[in-house]
């Protein structure tokens, strides 16, 4: 799980919160990237965030560069909750990120977690407990997105 906080002065489709349960995305331009971003600046594959174990990487394609912390960066680099990364004109903080269980006690897991991050943090709170609404919403066939959860 990627949780991601998104300012795009060229794409305001997608400022904001965004969450991804998958443990690698592809940000780019191009249609096929995870995270398609409409910045004229932003090749079709810009950069690779990709989980693992408990860091997060971010990976740019060949020939191109990203700002991490305001530093201009060529290379791979692990990255940390409350980074800034800038692609382009558009600017993404890492809000989160979990490597997602891939075993037969995922939920057992999935919940342990969840107890401790709603205990610490009431907005965290607030917002799992939304993304929880949504995905019984989801097992009953009814599925609404909202930018704005409140």
Known sequence: MIELNILSPTDQDISGPYLSFADMLVLGR???????????????????????????RAI???GRIFWHNGKKTVSARNIKM????????????????????????????????FVKVISTDPIKRDLLDTLK???????EGRFHVSKDPR
């Open 30 to 56: 191009g249609s096929s990237a995870d995270l398609i971003i409409s910045d004229p600046e932003i090749d079709a594959h810009e950069l690779r965030l990709e989980v693992v174990e408990q860091s997060l």
């Open 60 to 62: 740019p394609f060949e």
């Open 82 to 113: 409350g980074d800034t990364l800038r692609l382009g004109k558009t600017e993404i903080k890492i809000m989160n990120f979990i490597l997602t269980p891939q075993n037969k006690n995922a939920h057992e897991n999935l919940e342990e977690r």
């Open 133 to 139: 609404q949504e995905l019984q919403t989801l097992s």
